[in-house]
T-cell receptor, first 116, second 110 residues
Framework: DAGITQSPRYKITETGRQVTLMCHQTWSHSYMFWYRQDLGHGLRLIYYSAAADITDKGEVPDGYVVSRSKTENFPLTLESATRSQTSVYFC???????????????FGNGTRLTVT | TQLLEQSPQFLSIQEGENLTVYCNSSSVFSSLQWYRQEPGEGPVLLVTVVTGGEVKKLKRLTFQFGDARKDSSLHITAAQPGDTGLYLCAVSGSARQLTFGSGTQLTVLP
């Protein structure tokens, strides 16, 4: 089925471990995004990508690394997890241009990450 | 200071009541989007408003963009338990990334 899928849905890891969150979309959207959602802060942008091999920092990039070797995949890696990175992580994608007034971001269902 | 301030942060009402939530900023925007997020899911787009003063209706939901394009409101008539969720406003940046408000958590009690 077409859509955007994130894996895993839930992850518990220890401080200092490396962990990778996966995101896969089937629409061939050029733009992809990673957000984290925390109580009181709403959704904050970590990294985004305009196309394969093009990535850029968002509002809160420290401690995260991304890559985009294929259009459909946009993994997010926490190189050395910290407790402050406990959060719900959302991946999203959208078209490369404004196709109309209602061009939306399409979100996955999130990964709930707990760092102990 | 957040780019988008949403109020109230929490709202709990009885089924059948009306409510309005707000999204305010000191900046001017070319467009503004409203999303709804249900537990365990990602946000889903409800509407995009583009023109100052624009009013859009989606069944019992009415969205308005301020005349100066700095603020927006969402009014729900005769709220139902299915309206429960987190309502987020968002504005687009130069590379299609969205900046979100912190949201209004709405609970409609049966």
């Amino acid at each position: 089925d077409a859509g955007i899928t994130q894996s895993p849905r839930y992850k518990i890891t220890e401080t200092g471990r490396q962990v990778t969150l996966m995101c896969h979309q089937t629409w061939s959207h050029s733009y992809m995004f990673w957000y984290r959602q925390d109580l009181g802060h709403g959704l904050r942008l970590i990294y985004y990508s305009a196309a394969a091999d093009i990535t850029d920092k968002g509002e809160v990039p420290d401690g995260y690394v991304v890559s985009r070797s294929k259009t459909e995949n946009f993994p997010l890696t926490l190189e050395s997890a910290t407790r402050s990175q406990t959060s719900v992580y959302f991946c999203a994608s959208t078209e490369p241009y404004w196709t109309g007034r209602d061009s939306p971001l399409h979100f996955g269902n999130g990964t709930r990450l707990t760092v102990t | 200071t957040q780019l988008l301030e949403q109020s109230p942060q929490f709202l709990s009402i009885q089924e059948g009541e009306n409510l309005t939530v707000y999204c305010n900023s000191s900046s001017v925007f070319s467009s503004l989007q409203w999303y709804r997020q249900e537990p365990g899911e990602g946000p889903v787009l409800l509407v995009t408003v583009v023109t100052g003063g624009e009013v859009k209706k989606l069944k019992r939901l009415t969205f308005q963009f301020g005349d100066a394009r700095k603020d927006s409101s969402l009014h729900i008539t005769a709220a139902q338990p299915g309206d429960t969720g987190l309502y987020l406003c968002a504005v687009s940046g130069s590379a299609r990334q969205l900046t979100f408000g912190s949201g209004t958590q709405l609970t409609v009690l049966p």
